[in-house]
Structures are given as C-alpha cells and as structure tokens.
C-alpha cells in the first residue's frame, strides 16, 4: 500500500464496500457508532475516484454503498422536530452491517489461523478397500452431487469428441426401464461406469435424467459408499430398502 | 482387561478414514460395558500424549483420528511431494465465517452480510465440500439452504461448532487491531 499518494490503493485490495468503509473509518479514527456520514463519504467517493484498475462488477456494489452514503447524509439534513437518536438514526442500518461485518473479519483471521495450524497435522488419505458387507457406512448422494458427477463425465466425453448419430430417438420412459432391467439382473449399477457406456450425448442425458426420475419415484436410490467414492445405483426394493428407516 | 480394550478401541481408530465418535466405539464395541469404554479411552489418549511418537490421536468433528505431529510437517510433505499448501482465499474464509455463525443461510442472506455477492465463492466452497446445500427455504423464490459440513470442522480442527471463535476472541482481535492503529 502507498501512503505518499492518497489512496493508490487497488480494488482488489477490499473485498467489498464494507471492507473499503471499515478501512477508511480506522484510518479516520472515527466512532463506528457515531460515523460523520459526509467526512467518510467524501473519503468513500475519494477513493472511488482515485482507484487506478476499475473491476465492473465489483464497480456497483461500490457505487451502491456511495448512494447508501449519500442517501444517508440527505435524511440526517432534513429538519425534524426531534433530534434523530437511536432507532430512528439513518446511520443505524449502516453501522449494524458494519459491526456485524467486523466480526465476520475478525472470525475469519481466526479460521486463517487454524487453518494454518491445521496444515501441518498430517492424517492418512486412503485406506485399503473394505470387504463388501452390508455395514458400508452408505451415504445418500444429494442431487448436487449426482450432477457435479454427471457434469464430470460429460466433460470427460467431451473430450473423447462425440459423435452424434442422428435418427435414433431415446423415450425417457424406455430408458427407465432399461435400467431397472438392468438393475434386476446385477442389482446395483457404478453411476459413472453406466454413463461412460452410453453411445451419444443425447443418450447420457436422457439416461440422466431417466435416473433422476427413479430417484423421485422412489424406485431406486443413489448412494455413496463414502465421501468422494463413485456414486451407485441401488434398486430400492432389494434388502438395502427395507435396512432404512 | 482395561489394556485389553484400550488396544481395541486404537485398532478401531487406526482403521477409521474419518474422525471416529465414542458413540460409535460404543456401539460396535457393544458387549464391553459403556463405562469400561468412557474409561479405556481416555487412557489411550493420555499413552499417546505421554509418548513421544511420530503420530498422535487428535479429536476433531466429534471424533478421533490418527494424525502425524506438526513438527514433522516438513518431512512428511517431502514424502508425499507438496512443496506450498493450498489455502483458502479471504473471500472463501469470509464466506464461511458468514455461513458458520448464520446457518442455516441463504445465498442473499450471505452476500446482504458482506454485501458482495457470494455465488461464485459458494460454488468454490460447495466443490471443496466446506459447505453443503440442507434444502430449500420456505419464502419466495425457494432460495438454497447452506450449512458447513463435517469436513469443514475437521479442515479447521475443530470439535463443534461450538468450537468456533467466541464473541470474546473476536473482540480480543479487535481490539488489538485498534491499539496497532494508535501506535
């Protein structure tokens, strides 16, 4: 940070409006709880005006606490019969997100500390597989999870070029069927293995969505054996079914 | 007999790829009594702490686990080749702060907080699996629901969320970053 010129400061510094306000009222030494609303919006305005790199999407959210401010200062001129004090401050609404927003800083310089402490205590990564059994600790995949996988995958066939071959229609209902079928005869089915299967795109996602229509049937369930494990397919009526409560 | 459980219950912690509770120590060692278990658990803590080994039991989300120590640090990254840690951006702590002490919470309610807005940096935490999505709110829009996730306690080595930084740690900060100011 430069102190010879006023506010050289890069944008990217703050990482909000609030960070910005938090700043300029500790270099100010002033009361967070009894700002003067015009001395910090011409330091506010100052600065937006002095920032050398201008990052439009930040751009707004700074400009709307510019308005917030001026806003503020227009309510704090206007003559009432009793002095503003308390709950019917302008100023209240700002302050409180600005304590607020102090805390969460400060909380998070806490958590960067941990974090650091963390990084050093080491623990084992992978285990050797366990023995199929019926005690797998099984995880029921939310639907995040199913298409952070898909879109995994269809990244992955991207890759391999696809190629679309026309004139062959996929019916969700067909597919559905398909895979219960399949899942009858061997019962449970690797979602990323079904899926590298397909033949074309339009197949994956008509398989995808198939799938997710038996999930919302109820019909079968997508479970995890464990955290970052493949995801699999189970029929839900086998003896996995009635072990839920 | 003690000796003999406490061998046991470390078998089951050495074995255990998560932080293992004492619930379920308990409920797989069901034919030991509750009361022995309470006992030789500890006792094995207090083995660990007393010996100077390359590893420790740590408690961390509700359960233990087997870590190395901090101070072999710098050997055990040579091992597994990892020169600089990856560490999480002050917009991602920001972020996690906001949803630790507020969950369950929405993204317009994270990014009315820091007034910023949060989606990209969610989408960042929810890949890392700090956070996770509990469901949907009840007001319009039906907007997502956030909460940390087990891996986020055990990422910052804590047991709980009650772990998390008190009201008075933060006013401790704080106040020290006022007295830099006046110096």
Same mark, same amino acid.
């Given at each position: 940070m430069e102190t010879s010129e006023s506010y050289q400061v890069r944008l990217e510094v703050f990482e909000g409006p609030l960070d910005l306000l938090l700043f300029l009222i500790r270099k100010k030494k002033i009361d967070i709880h009894n700002i003067p609303i015009a001395v910090i919006t011409r330091e506010y305005v100052d600065y937006l005006e002095h920032k050398d790199k201008i990052n439009l999407d930040r751009e707004a959210e700074f400009l709307l606490m510019a308005a917030l401010l001026i806003y503020i200062k227009s309510q704090m001129l206007l003559p009432r019969e009793e002095p503003l004090e308390g709950?019917?401050?302008?100023?209240r609404f700002l302050v409180n997100q600005l304590v607020e927003y102090q805390k969460i800083k400060a909380a998070s310089t806490i958590l960067k500390e941990k974090e650091e402490e963390q990084s050093s205590f080491w623990r084992r990564e992978v285990l050797p597989p366990l023995a199929d059994s019926d005690e797998v600790d099984i995880i029921e995949v939310s639907l995040f999870d199913l298409a952070e996988t898909f879109f995994t995958l269809m990244k992955r066939k991207e890759a391999e070029n696809f190629r679309v071959i026309r004139g062959k229609n996929y019916s969700l209902e067909n597919k559905m069927k398909e895979i219960i079928a399949a899942l009858e005869e061997k019962s449970v089915l690797d979602f990323l293995e079904y899926f590298s299967q397909q033949e074309t795109l339009e197949e994956a996602i008509v398989s995808f969505f198939s799938l997710l229509e038996l999930i919302k049937a109820r019909l079968v369930m997508a479970v995890q054996e464990q955290l970052f494990h493949s995801i699999k397919v189970w029929l839900r009526k086998g003896p996995l079914a009635r072990k839920e409560r | 007999m003690t000796t003999g459980l406490k061998d046991i219950i470390e078998s089951l912690i050495f074995i255990s790829l998560e932080p293992l509770s004492l619930e379920k120590i308990k409920e797989v060692l069901s034919d030991f009594p509750a009361a022995e278990i309470d006992q030789a658990l500890p006792d094995l803590l207090q083995t660990y702490a007393a010996q100077e080994r390359g590893i420790q039991i740590i408690q961390t989300a509700g359960g233990y686990v087997f870590s190395t120590r901090p101070e072999f640090d710098p050997w055990v990254r040579r091992l597994l080749k990892i020169d600089k840690k990856s560490r999480l951006s002050t917009p991602a702590l920001e972020t996690l702060s906001v949803i630790a002490y507020h969950q369950p919470i929405t993204l317009s309610e994270i990014s009315a907080l820091r007034n910023v807005d949060s989606s990209y940096t969610l989408k960042t935490l929810l890949q890392k699996k700090l956070i996770k999505i509990v469901g949907r709110k009840n007001s319009p829009g039906k907007p997502l629901i956030y909460r940390t996730t087990e891996r986020f306690l055990t990422y910052f080595g804590?047991?709980?969320? =009650? =772990?998390?930084?008190?009201e008075e740690e933060i006013s401790k900060i704080l106040g020290e970053e006022k007295n830099l100011e006046q110096k």
């Open positions: 709950e019917g401050d302008p100023r | 804590l047991n709980s969320l =009650d =772990d998390l930084p008190t």
